[in-house]
């Protein structure tokens, strides 16, 4: 296999600063829609990048579950990735839709949601999922496969027939941004980057970025 020879040639769409909402949230709601529209593939997977106290990177992929003010998502709070944003609020995410041709990446400052909120989404999933998040002890090292197996069934048996309340250590997070890309893939590579910067004042500034 030649990897070096894999790639696409892009030419779906073109991104000015004269078509794109000068508020970048509510710009990345429309591009979101569109991605819904098309039907991509998991459009709210999102990778994820935090830093551990050794400044060294760790990335994995998450589920967006909101926007409004920032971008949301759960996880366990005693996970690997919980632990790096105890110590490092800072993170970055970056979606990529390649039936448009797009991507954005996302930087900012993660803080915790309010208790209420995780308390609601938690009740809205799947008792399956409910059990799992209590099942799991996310990152840490287990013996085998059959020792969460084990695990799992307990908790099914401790809950069972009752409300599954939500762990305190599984929550939300929201990442207030402070920077977002856009980027729209062209041809020869000459692909369309738009930044958005929030500056002192708390308004945002756009630039055109060499792709």
Do not use: C
Not at 67 to 83: A, I, L, P, W
Not at 150 to 176: A, M
Not at 181 to 205: A, C, I, K, M, V
């Amino acid at each position: 296999m030649n990897i070096a020879a894999l790639r696409n040639e892009y030419s779906l769409k073109t991104l000015d600063v004269d078509h794109v909402n000068h508020n970048p949230i509510d710009q990345f709601k429309k591009w979101f829609e569109e991605a819904l529209e098309v039907k991509a593939v998991e459009a709210n997977a999102m990778n994820l990048a935090t830093v551990n106290d050794s400044n060294k990177p760790s990335a994995r992929v998450v589920l967006l579950k909101g926007v409004d003010h920032g971008f949301v998502f759960f996880t366990n709070y005693e996970s690997r990735k919980g632990q790096q944003i105890a110590k490092n609020p800072f993170a970055a995410l970056t979606f990529f839709w390649p039936e448009l041709e797009r991507q954005v990446r996302i930087e900012g400052k993660l803080e915790k949601i309010a208790a209420a909120e995780s308390d609601e989404y938690f009740s809205s999933r799947p008792v399956g999922s409910q059990i799992g998040a209590i099942t799991s002890p996310q990152s840490k090292v287990i013996p085998n496969k059959e020792f969460l197996q084990k695990r799992l069934t307990e908790v099914e048996q401790s809950y069972k027939d009752k409300i599954i309340d939500r762990p305190d250590h599984w929550g939300g997070y929201r990442l207030i941004p402070n920077v977002i890309e856009f980027w729209q893939g062209r041809p020869s590579r000459l692909h369309d980057r738009l930044e958005f910067q929030l500056d002192e004042t708390g308004n945002w500034q756009i630039n055109r970025l060499a792709p």
